[in-house]
């Protein structure tokens, strides 16, 4: 089932990793002014269900639920998380066109934004990201990454460009959940772990991990000990991570006005403030509205397409 975003889905709001420089001053600025918004005909009149393509203790079940939580507290309306991953979010998306057109389903969904490479903080085998690249390559193909499972995806295209650039043969273990995938990395299951450092906040504070690579063209102030890929000798440009929240093409025109103003004011919300300082969102201006997720969608596929090209692969 071939699925086309511009086709099918409204836009209704975005947040995004930080991937690019901007101004961190605004980064939490409210663009929204209107405080409240008329429900349409009395919409909603129930709970919505917000469909989560992937596990809840990944990046897209954190940012469902705090986003979940601030439209809940901005317009008393509850959100039902309906968490379906599989199959890289096809299981998801394919659950989500089934529901109806109504209005009272919205889809979280990624782009598919600094990513970081992290190894246990108590690791001994190397402790920096040169002495990670000399172990693996002495390793002769048996050492191991925990990544998302899509071939194609901004993480598995962002390790070929690694790889190739560091002379490293690593076997990529694949994972559709965020949990397992940092618990791989926790127990030892693997060597290191491909990962957007605000999934993994928590195990960054305790301690349990170390970043020692960042994907980022100059060295966020959070990560400032942590050296990036330019810095290593890796001439590519990062390709940006973004999660967006979206509702069907074919709902409702007044409903799908009050969805776009409940889900971008409810970015404004303290709540979610809060949320976007702790997973390290606010060191760019992580917001887009409906017009500036498509052109952003718009600008990711074509770069995507021209990746795609370099590396083989085929492009529609």
């Known amino acids: 089932m071939k699925l086309n975003f511009k086709k099918q889905f409204t836009t209704l709001a975005f947040v995004t990793g930080f991937a690019a420089a901007a101004s961190s001053s605004i980064a939490g600025e409210c663009r929204v002014a209107e405080a409240s918004m008329d429900k349409p005909g009395g919409f909603p009149e129930r709970a919505l269900t917000m469909i989560v393509p992937y596990g809840p203790g990944g990046g897209s079940g954190q940012v469902a639920a705090a986003m979940a939580e601030a439209v809940t507290g901005l317009t008393g309306v509850s959100i039902n998380r309906d968490h379906k991953p599989g199959g890289s979010g096809t299981v998801g998306m ?41 172990w693996v390559q002495a390793q002769n193909g048996k050492a191991t990454i925990a990544n998302v499972s899509k071939e194609g995806s901004m993480e598995r295209v962002i390790m070929k460009f690694i790889t190739d650039a560091s002379d490293m043969q690593i076997q990529q273990i694949s994972f559709d959940k965020g949990a397992p995938r940092y618990g791989a990395l926790l127990g030892g299951q693997v060597d290191a772990l491909f990962e957007q450092p605000g999934d993994v906040r928590k195990f960054l504070d305790a301690g349990n991990f170390k970043p020692i690579l960042t994907v980022f063209n100059e060295r966020p102030g959070v990560f400032s000990d942590v050296p990036t890929h330019k810095e290593m000798g890796m001439d590519f440009e990062p390709l940006l991570r973004f999660r967006g929240f979206y509702v069907h093409k074919d709902a409702p025109a007044d409903r799908v006005d009050w969805l776009k103003w409940a889900f971008q004011r409810a970015y404004c919300e303290d709540s979610y403030q809060a949320f976007n300082d702790s997973k390290f969102m606010n060191v760019i201006d992580s917001y887009r509205d409906t017009a500036g997720a498509v052109d952003m969608i718009n600008a990711a ?12 692969l085929d492009v529609k």
Not at 94 to 107: C, E, H, I, K, S
Not at 301 to 312: A, H, L, N, P, S
């Open 94 to 134: 394919t659950a989500y066109m089934a529901a109806p057109a109504d209005g009272y389903n919205v889809l979280e969904h990624i782009d598919d934004a600094s990513s970081a490479h992290a190894i246990r903080s108590n690791e001994t085998r190397y402790t920096d990201w040169p002495s990670f690249v000399e």
């Open 301 to 312: 596929i074509v770069q995507y397409r021209d990746v795609y090209k370099e590396m083989g």
